[in-house]
């Protein structure tokens, strides 16, 4: 391997005659597979700009999944904004980003939870607070293909621009 001018150039173990290069991998991620094999990919990855809630609020005890708002999904991942699921298509370690504001109406604890194949997992919360308040999660976690994520909240859900989560592929197999 050797790099020129952010282009990467290899030879191939296969016989190919020359170098090879494959241009712009300063904007593409390399992969070399365990077979010698280098190919570029986009890692799968969605954006999910969340809807605001209506204007009823859970109780301090009652968790429910938010629905709504729309998704940008790119190879081969799913977001399903009907049951508020996503669902990563390879085994590998993604990163998830949720940044949401929550609303109480009364001193009432305000949550945010993030769930892996429908098991708590990581969650965030301000107790006996009454309104707005911005609620954050961020976690690296490898996953297996066809791991689901869900959020489920206690409180009114904010929409528009800060209403966002993203879930992107750091590494992995890129196989199911």
């Known amino acids: 391997f050797h790099t020129s001018y952010g282009d990467i150039h290899f030879r191939t173990r296969n016989g190919n005659t020359g170098n090879q290069?494959?241009?712009?991998?300063?904007?593409?991620?390399?992969?070399?597979h365990h077979n010698g094999h280098v190919s570029m990919c986009h890692m799968p990855r969605t954006i999910w700009n969340i809807a605001q809630s209506s204007a009823s609020y859970s109780g301090s005890t009652t968790e429910y999944t938010?629905?709504?708002?729309?998704?940008?999904?790119?190879n081969g991942m799913v977001t399903?904004?009907?049951?508020?699921?996503?669902?990563v298509p390879f085994t590998g370690v993604y990163q998830?980003?949720?940044?949401?504001?929550?609303?109480?109406?009364?001193?009432?604890?305000q949550?945010?939870?993030?769930?892996?194949?429908?098991?708590n997992y990581q969650r965030t919360e301000q107790n006996a607070s009454v309104g707005w308040h911005t609620h954050t999660i961020t976690h690296c976690i490898l996953l297996a293909a066809n791991d689901s994520l869900s959020f489920t909240c206690v409180g009114?859900?904010?929409g528009g621009d800060?209403?966002?989560?993203s879930v992107v592929m750091m590494h992995g197999t890129l196989t199911t």
Do not use: F, Q
């Open 21 to 32: 290069t494959w241009e712009e991998c300063d904007r593409d991620p390399l992969v070399m």
């Open 66 to 74: 938010y629905t709504g708002g729309s998704a940008t999904d790119s």
């Open 80 to 87: 399903n904004t009907s049951n508020g699921t996503v669902t």
């Open 96 to 109: 998830i980003c949720l940044n949401i504001g929550l609303h109480s109406n009364s001193s009432t604890n």
């Open 111 to 119: 949550r945010l939870n993030l769930k892996i194949n429908g098991n």
């Open 156 to 158: 009114r859900t904010d």
């Open 162 to 165: 800060y209403a966002k989560m």
